[in-house]
């Protein structure tokens, strides 16, 4: 079954680019169980137009992944068979989901689903009595559906319309018998007998115990986009077992939370856009507590034009208060804080609830003359890089409070009225200084000297930082100087012709998100390409091929020395280790 899926799944990825369908709605929403942790959905038809218009096809990405090698040839003639002989109708959206299920202590389940749809079952059908993988297998039918169990804990669950590939992993770790002490190897699981069961869920369930039921989901679809994404916390409920305490309230937090999100690729960038879903309670505490937008002061005067990552975000402090009260945990909490002299209240309200870190100058450099100490170090490179992390204060006595704490714990040191890095943290490399205005957090002195100075100017673009005004957190990355900076310390890696086209293809990401607006709290992902004009996914077939290529050669490489060193195959030991 590995090896099949070694062909399905790349052909799924790249089928979906190039098909057409036009958007009806998700009628396979009743397949998925609403406890699903996550969705994603590809729509085929939205991506047609933009690769065909850009001169992409199925077979010219595959001429660029498969040379004319024994072993190449065969490859394709596989992807083929899949592509044109399975019964797979290319033109209709394809879904992924994955659940989880069950907690450590009983043993934990993952599910992955790739849900498809088919032009000709008994085509399907034929194609896999046909497929030496399942040749042996036999298959059942159900009442609605079709099903061949394969080996690997997966199945194949197919009807007139559908096909659906479930993988089913459950892990069990033995528990620990505190009387007998010893360890107790849990009995062994029939995970073939729940893997039926789980499919059958697929084919029987109500309406609302799948995601047709979740308006969240069916509504994503109203925006037309060459993607989707949808997360759940209802799957998480399940670990709440695990708590040391019972806190009946947690679930009440926890349930009915959802985010949505549309990916559609457009000239020049890949636009992500979404929106998280709260239920009732934690509206309300999100509504009470509103928050600023982010200070880009704190950013403004970072000591470097060479900015590799910003993180800011800003938040009322008090919110904290409200999920504890929510969770009648404030008292509690308290009572067992009081002993260190000081309360929750003194945690919280000891910052403002501005955060801004920042991350410059990544790369490889050469160790000083005087710090090579062998041949190794006269030509190796060691990573470099400078940061900053500000936060600034809020309360000032019970910020006081809690640094003298730390102080009599050792960690920190206590200069005046200022706080520095213990022997602990310098050990780690790491700079900290602390007064009763700003908590920062440095990558060296230096750095921090340079930053809190107030005459430096960091080189941000106008377009970014307008981007940044009014929200309530942001995140920016520069993909192609990190990986310029990175990409000299490792020319002859096996993937450094993908690293080229990376650092060609991508230029940077920015990201923000909004305070909750009363319904939801919507955000923006953006991935910036060097070329500004060509549609994104164009853009981005080129990489893919590229790291297909570099994972052929880098595998083949490995095949070639595995030979070279065991001529008559891997010894079992070695192999199964």
């Given at each position: 079954m590995k090896s099949a899926l070694r062909y399905i799944l790349p052909v799924t990825l790249l089928m979906v680019i190039f098909t057409s369908c036009s958007n009806k709605g998700p009628r396979e929403a009743a397949f998925i169980p609403k406890t699903a942790s996550a969705v994603i959905v590809l729509d085929p038809g939205a991506m047609q137009d933009k690769l065909t218009s850009g001169g992409i096809s199925v077979d010219t990405l595959f001429s660029r992944i498969f040379k004319n090698d024994?072993?190449?040839?065969?490859?394709?003639?596989?992807?083929?068979?899949?592509?044109?002989?399975?019964?797979?109708?290319?033109?209709?959206q394809l879904f992924f989901s994955f659940s989880q299920k069950g907690n450590l202590t009983d043993g934990n389940t993952?599910?992955?689903?790739?849900?498809?749809?088919?032009?000709d079952a008994t085509k399907f059908e034929s194609w896999i009595k046909g497929h030496k993988e399942f040749s042996s297998k036999t298959i059942s039918k159900e009442k609605t559906y079709s099903y061949l169990l394969a080996e690997d804990n997966t199945m194949l669950s197919w009807t007139d319309k559908n096909?659906?590939?479930?993988?089913?992993?459950?892990?069990?770790?033995?528990?620990?018998?505190?009387?007998?002490?010893?360890?107790?190897?849990?009995?062994?699981?029939?995970?073939?007998?729940?893997?039926?069961?789980?499919?059958?869920?697929?084919?029987?369930?109500?309406?609302?115990?799948?995601?047709?039921?979740?308006?969240?989901?069916?509504?994503?679809?109203?925006?037309?986009?060459?993607?989707?994404?949808?997360?759940?916390?209802?799957?998480?409920?399940?670990?709440?077992?695990?708590?040391?305490?019972?806190?009946p309230k947690v679930e009440e937090l926890m349930k009915d939370n959802y985010s949505s999100a549309t990916l559609s690729f457009e000239a020049g960038k890949i636009v992500a856009k979404s929106a998280t879903y709260t239920n009732p309670i934690v509206?309300?505490?999100?509504?009470?507590?509103?928050?600023?937008?982010?200070?880009?002061?704190?950013?403004?005067?970072?000591p470097s034009d060479k900015i590799n990552g910003i993180m800011l975000a800003s938040f009322n402090p008090e919110i904290f208060s409200g999920f504890l009260k929510q969770l009648e945990m404030e008292g509690l909490i308290n009572g067992r804080l009081e002993k260190a002299g000081f309360t929750i209240q003194d945690l919280y309200k000891s910052l403002k609830g501005e955060i801004a870190v920042v991350v410059s100058d990544l790369g490889f450099s050469q160790p000083e003359p005087q710090q090579k100490t062998d041949e190794e170090d006269m030509t190796r490179k060691k990573p470099l890089g400078k940061m900053i992390f500000n936060a600034p204060v809020g309360d000032k006595a019970s910020f006081t409070k809690l640094m003298d704490k730390v102080v009599e714990l050792g960690y920190i040191r206590k200069e005046g009225n200022t706080y520095k890095s213990g022997e602990l943290m310098s050990i780690l490399g790491v700079y900290m200084h602390a007064d009763d205005k700003n908590l920062v957090i440095a990558s060296d002195s230096l750095t921090y000297t340079q930053y809190m100075s107030n005459k430096n100017q960091a080189v941000i673009s106008n377009d970014v930082l307008n981007r940044f005004k009014g929200k309530s957190t942001v995140f920016y990355f520069d993909i192609a100087n990190t990986i310029g900076g990175f990409m000299n310390g490792n020319a002859a890696s096996d993937y450094n012709k993908s690293m080229r086209t990376a650092k060609e293809t991508f230029k940077d990401i920015i990201g923000t998100s909004d305070n909750f607006d009363g319904k939801s709290v919507k955000g923006v992902f953006e991935v910036r390409m060097q070329n500004e004009k060509q549609n994104s996914l164009v853009t981005l077939t080129s990489l893919l091929t590229d790291i297909a290529v570099d994972m052929r050669v880098a595998a083949k490489k490995q095949k070639e020395l595995e030979e070279k060193m065991f001529p008559g195959g891997i010894p079992a030991i070695i192999r199964t280790n």
């Open positions: 024994s072993s190449d040839t065969e490859d394709r003639k596989k992807l083929d068979d899949f592509r044109n002989n399975a019964g797979i109708d290319w033109k209709k993952t599910v992955m689903n790739i849900m498809g749809s088919l032009s096909v659906i590939v479930t993988i089913y992993n459950y892990t069990q770790r033995p528990s620990y018998d505190t009387v007998a002490m010893e360890f107790k190897v849990p009995e062994k699981k029939n995970v073939d007998a729940d893997l039926k069961k789980e499919v059958n869920t697929y084919y029987t369930q109500e309406k609302d115990a799948s995601m047709a039921g979740v308006q969240a989901f069916t509504s994503m679809f109203k925006d037309k986009a060459d993607g989707y994404v949808f997360t759940s916390s209802n799957s998480s409920l399940s670990a709440l077992s695990m708590l040391p305490l019972s806190l509206s309300n505490i999100l509504k009470q507590y509103a928050g600023p937008t982010v200070n880009l002061s704190m950013i403004e005067r970072y």
